[in-house]
Antibody, heavy 117, light 110 residues
Framework: DVQLVESGGGLVQPGGSLRLSCAAS????????THWVRQAPGKGLVWVSV????????TYADSVKGRFTVSRDDATNTLYLQMNCLRADDSAVYYC??????????WGQGTLVIVSS | QSALTQPASVSGSPGQSITISCTGT?????????VSWYQQHPGKAPKLMIY???ERPSGISNRFSGSKSGNTASLTISGLQAEDEADYHC??????????FGGGTKLTVL
């Protein structure tokens, strides 16, 4: 079965950094673009980033560009999101997704990030 | 970048049909076939119901259908059931190589 398990969330002060991880299993991780989407409590979904299968090509939402960096390690089937200069409005549940918007779309359970002093 | 526009809420009685709209621009919804719809129950991760405007993933009921006309995509749920009560989110690829979501629509089954 496809599994995506996010980790690394927690409480961080404004201006701080956090690195999220997403451990993938049950499919050929290296063959899929993988995305991050976030959802603030009680709010809608917001697309954050995508990294292509080459591991070098990535795209970001304007709201995180320059502060967040997505990467992948196909040897360990792990997706990462390095988040720097965090702000209160970055507080959200962060989901990793395989094949976002495609026939094999699959989401993790999410990890909660709270940015607060 | 503004979000795609969805109604905040819709409602219907069991057995009825409802349609949720998702309005974008010529830079996203109108220009690409990459429009998807997600269902989200409280406390759960979103679940893909429609992709590529009108395609259903394996295992999704044919009560769910999607369409698009110009800048507006639509999700129709026929034969409403109690378990359909959830939030529904549309998303589209954009000409900037990014993706955009709508604000979400709360479906209430009366």
């Amino acid at each position: 079965d496809v599994q995506l398990v996010e980790s690394g969330g927690g409480l961080v002060q404004p201006g701080g950094s956090l690195r999220l991880s997403c451990a993938a299993s049950g499919f050929t991780f290296s063959g899929y673009w993988t995305h991050w989407v976030r959802q603030a409590p009680g709010k809608g979904l917001v697309w954050v980033s995508v990294i292509k299968t080459d591991g070098r090509s990535a795209t970001y939402a304007d709201s995180v560009k320059g502060r967040f960096t997505v990467s992948r390690d196909d040897a360990t089937n792990t997706l990462y999101l390095q988040m720097n200069c965090l702000r209160a409005d970055d507080s959200a549940v962060y989901y990793c997704i395989k094949d976002f918007g495609g026939p094999e779309d699959s989401w993790g359970q999410g990890t909660l990030v709270i940015v607060s002093s | 970048q503004s979000a795609l526009t969805q109604p905040a809420s819709v409602s219907g009685s069991p057995g009825q049909s409802i349609t949720i709209s998702c309005t974008g621009t010529s830079s996203d919804v109108c220009a690409y076939k990459y429009v998807s719809w997600y269902q989200q129950h409280p406390g759960k991760a979103p679940k893909l119901m429609i992709y590529d405007v009108s395609e259903r993933p394996s295992g999704i009921s044919n009560r769910f259908s999607g369409s698009k006309s110009g800048n507006t995509a639509s999700l129709t749920i026929s034969g409403l059931q109690a378990e359909d009560e959830a939030d529904y989110h549309c998303t589209s690829y954009t000409n900037r190589g990014t993706y955009m979501f709508g604000g979400g629509t709360k479906l209430t089954v009366l």
